[in-house]
């Protein structure tokens, strides 16, 4: 098929009234689906079924140094845990914090503090006028949530193939105080599934920043959440790319098992330097007594090490795997060569990214929730759920069965041929 | 035995000669209890053994209302967990948002929350001049820490046999617009077990403060902590007078399971009028996409109901009562009538204070840590750590043995009498 915009008026509005035609038809199939979060499915879920057996009353409950998981202390987490956090990520244990059961509210907490009591001794950003943070996008909506609801002005970095666009960063880092930290997912990102080039991550380890206070805020969400055997990305380990290039304190990085034991019960951690886990420890003495240590030990004995991490990753890669593939043979199939979207085909993560032609998006994404499909919101992935072009649409297949992946694949591609045709209807 | 303060400068030297050397037996004994904090013992962990069991691979995982515990969602608890905590706490599971592991946690949150975004809509407290607190002492040194964390200025009430000196915070609540908060342990309170009197609670849900944004921060932590089946001190319902004295918004209360099921992995909550609880899940929606939902259903499934956690808490009370009677009976049978300390017989809660003559706490702790018994700093239950008279010392019976509580008592009363004949010694 010819590309769209090379139709003739006629053509476009016969084309319309067929698309219009299946698109009633759709709507009457009574589809019920959610791709709106990267919400693991049950299946996923009940991988890890056994970790709620390896935890019992006849269970040894104690730590390895002696402490029993039931009581207070130990507030930045259990030894063993910190271990297996740490092989995972390749760091040293000494560079872990344990937190709770997501990162999302550590990535809060590390904002709200930055907030409330600076960032190792500086300013408390709310005794400042401004400040700022670079948001690369498409980006992760929650990470705009919560710069958002702090008062955070966020710039607009443009993504590119190797991850942040580099010179516009190193050129508003190093020229802006106001400038405090860049939300990076520096592997498999969410939308996009793009995993930064050693050059981004070298570039951004070695950033001059204006402000003592600037942070990466490193999101590692999908460290290990691999399609493939063999096509796997990876990425230079970060505190000891930034160690290196002389900047041990600029970052913060997140990790969780959200999305390898369970999304809501799952052991969450931070990995920065000594001097900044430090202060951050000063905090959370007033914080809490501790967090649930026996979900820790419960992932500790179920996992027991990185390898058991890795095994455990491939049966969620043999998972999700099918439904990606699913979605972008659906998209290559009825939408290659018409010029009317763009889509990554990521080797991991939790999401697809779809670019519409511009102005779009939401129409689309409107059609799909008429017709029983919910996407996540249009716009969803900039800052202030604006996209200036009205053109991402973030994809999330993880939830759907790979059946009902491919009917709701099926809808997004019709309903994109539809707000196209009728955009470029309006234009011609 | 004769007050000591009636004692000829003779008598005491003597006296101090005879409890110096009880004293240097004493610490040869190589005694290594630690009495510091609110700990349970492992005895009282072990209560609660079987809720490990009540969640395993072949349970099912889902809400009453359907939702998999194991994933995202339910961001302000499940249902049944609501209704749990309504039930104990004599509310509404409306009123209800249950957390994570613990309410220290909820606390530093609400306090954080405050002073980033205001409450209710109020100028957030980071842009304010000067914000206070009132702060009930002797109280909870956790209390303390987090509003001296956030720079907030802390003022104190004499707490009186029937709860905080409530002419005093109804003049500096209705006068003082920076007064935005009154820390209370409204039951068997943090140090003393003083549980406030119908009075109180009802003065303090009718205050008319001068700020808009004044709450009662009402943790409720000892609510179902009684030591005996008969002798049961009862609060009215704070939420429900707040509501009768047209004051539904100017109550956070806080209760968790903590000293219930595990004091690490509990089940913590929040409990306010609905207009609270929407402006606090507005910034919740931010920060989390829900807590530990599988450790609420583990809870929910143990316990069942209230019923279930008054029966769970005469085990704890079975255990507690020997310790606590062990040392108030050592207290008295020592030091009644020397007329160098005063204490308190609790009938709930964690703790028995103790008030040493002034200007005797200090060296009191010293020499019991000297011997090897750790108490809660001296100081600790007034703000900043200071006590103008060092007189207060915190008790906390919990963590030690029965026999292990016995000997540290004993070492305890030695401690206080020498340290108390030293002073009078001073000034004769």
Known sequence: ???????????????????????????????????????????????????????????????????????YGLMDGIPE?????????????DNVIVFGNASLPIMYDTVSRA???????????????????????????????ITEHFGIEMIHIPMLSTGPDMDMVEELVSKDAAVKGIWCVPKYSNPQGIT??????????????????????????YAVHHLYDDKQDEIPEMLSECEKAGNPDI?????????????????????????????????????????????????????????????????????MRPKFEAVVATLEEELGG????????????YFISFDAMEGCAKAIVAKCKEAGVVLTGAGATFPYGHDPKDSNI??????????????????FVLCVKLVSVEKLLENK
């Open 251 to 319: 970052v913060f990085e997140f990790c969780s098992t959200s999305k390898i034991s369970y999304a809501g019960s799952g052991m969450a951690a931070m990995i920065a330097s000594k001097a900044n886990l430090e202060y951050i420890r000063q905090a959370l003495t007033i914080q809490t007594i501790g967090h649930d240590k026996v979900n820790q030990l419960r992932h500790v004995r179920y996992f027991k090490n990185y390898d058991g991490i890795k095994a455990h990753m491939k049966k969620h890669a043999a998972v």
């Open 1 to 71: 098929m010819k590309p769209y915009n090379e139709l003739s008026k006629e053509e476009l509005r016969k084309l319309r009234e067929e698309l219009l035609a299946d698109y009633e038809d759709a709507k009457k199939k009574g589809l019920k689906l959610d791709m709106s979060r990267g919400k693991p499915s049950p299946v996923q879920l009940d991988l890890a079924k056994d970790m709620l057996d390896t935890i019992s009353s006849d269970s040894d409950i104690n730590t390895e140094n002696g402490f029993d998981c039931r009581n």
């Open 81 to 93: 845990a910190k271990r297996l956090i740490a092989e995972m990520m390749g760091v040293s244990a």
């Open 115 to 145: 907030m409330t009591h600076g960032v190792l001794g500086s300013t408390p950003w709310c005794k400042l006028d401004k400040v700022k943070f670079l948001c690369p996008v498409p980006g992760y909506d929650r990470h705009f949530a």
């Open 338 to 349: 018409l010029e009317i979207g763009a889509w990554t085909k990521p080797r991991g993560g």
């Open 394 to 411: 973030r994809i999330a297949p993880s939830y759907p069965s790979a059946k009902e992946m491919e009917m709701a694949t099926e809808l």
């Open 196 to 221: 930064y080039s050693e050059e981004t991550v070298r570039r951004m380890a070695a950033l001059k920043p204006a402000a003592e206070d600037f942070r990466i805020y490193w999101d590692n969400a």
